[in-house]
């Protein structure tokens, strides 16, 4: 008699927990592999900006893990956002332009991350401007996404007294998603009136994708308080 497989799915509080670990988890371990080979400087890189991110992952071993641990990444947030759209539906909020605005931004900002670390590393003006269109889909599309995740928590709770997120844990969404948008903000004038603007600017890289990553691991202990299930 055959025994029939069994199937385990990842919960979503697990989807949203990989979301911030795996890119924190690759950048930095390609740091250090690109940092002991000697191809890029050894720092801090948070407060020195001796470094970007892309740097980690153009050359060696940095190169391959960096694409093995992002690429995988980008398809677990196109799942994250469409399990935020599916937690909101659950809690009664209406699927209409909003919904489908964060699933749609968070869903392109993903692809843009694929788009930005398939051609890291590669050589070429027309890789260099598909890089960099990808890394500014990716990071802006994604904070209009949380941006839009808090505010709809916030109004669902203003609507109906239904706290879906835990008040500290809104509270600290809203934090993280407002300072990103200031650190955004913050780099255009650091990109066009500061003479050695590539410390600063590698600076608020690390500090901003350190701050989005914190941003998936509140939805993770969200979701896991809440028992939330798909």
């Known amino acids: 008699m055959a025994i029939p497989a069994h199937r385990s799915t990842p919960t979503p509080a697990t989807i949203a927990l990989l979301c911030g670990l795996v890119p924190l988890l690759t950048v930095h371990v390609c ?4 940092a002991s080979a000697g191809v890029i400087p050894t720092c801090i890189p948070y407060l020195d900006g001796c470094t970007s ?15 093995a641990g992002m690429l995988p990444s980008a398809l ?12 909101l539906l659950a809690a009664g909020d209406a699927d209409g332009p909003a919904l489908r ?26 890789y260099n401007l598909l890089r960099r269109f990808g890394v500014t889909l990716s990071l802006g599309l994604t ?13 669902l709770r203003a609507n109906t007294g239904h706290a879906l997120c835990p008040p500290g844990i809104l509270r600290a969404k809203t934090w993280l998603v407002t300072t990103l948008l200031l650190l955004g903000l913050g780099s255009i004038p650091v990109s066009n009136f500061i003479a050695d603007k590539d410390p600063v600017e590698n600076a608020i890289e690390w500090v901003f994708c350190l701050l989005m990553s914190g941003f998936y691991l509140l939805t993770a202990v969200a979701w896991r308080r809440a028992g939330f299930r798909r």
């Open 53 to 67: 991110i892309s740097a980690t992952g153009r050359h060696g071993w940095g190169y391959v893990l960096f694409k």
């Open 143 to 155: 904070v209009v996404a949380q941006l839009l995740l808090v505010w709809r928590l916030a109004r």
């Open 76 to 87: 677990l947030l196109i799942a994250y956002w469409r399990l935020c759209r599916d937690w």
């Open 101 to 126: 605005g964060l699933l749609w931004l968070g869903t392109a900002g993903a692809l843009g991350m694929i788009l930005y670390t398939v051609f890291l590393g590669h050589q070429g003006d027309i």
């Open 31 to 34: 740091y250090v592999l690109s």
